[in-house]
């Protein structure tokens, strides 16, 4: 398997993944409120990179929006 079609595999796999917990998220407070703003600024950015062929972009989009979503709840902002 090419970089390329790996790569494009992650981010369709880490995509619906995010895309499925965002569904059961709420923020707790107006930092939460900021924090799942940004995941979902994070992930629609993604897929602007994604679809223009910048798959680096596209996967470094969703591990910002992985982190911020972690880091959100563990810090009890997200729920």
Not at 8 to 30: G, T
Not at 61 to 67: D, F, M, N, R, T
Request: with cysteine.
């Amino acid at each position: 398997m090419s970089i390329e079609a790996e790569l494009i595999k992650e981010i369709e796999k880490w995509s619906k993944k995010l895309d499925d917990s965002l569904l059961d998220v709420h923020a707790l407070d107006n930092r939460g409120t900021k924090m799942l703003e940004n995941v979902r600024a994070y992930r629609k950015d993604s897929n602007h990179f994604s679809e223009r062929g910048n798959l680096v972009k596209s996967f470094e989009c969703l591990i910002w929006a992985w982190a911020l979503l972690e880091i959100g709840k563990e810090l009890g902002h997200l729920i």
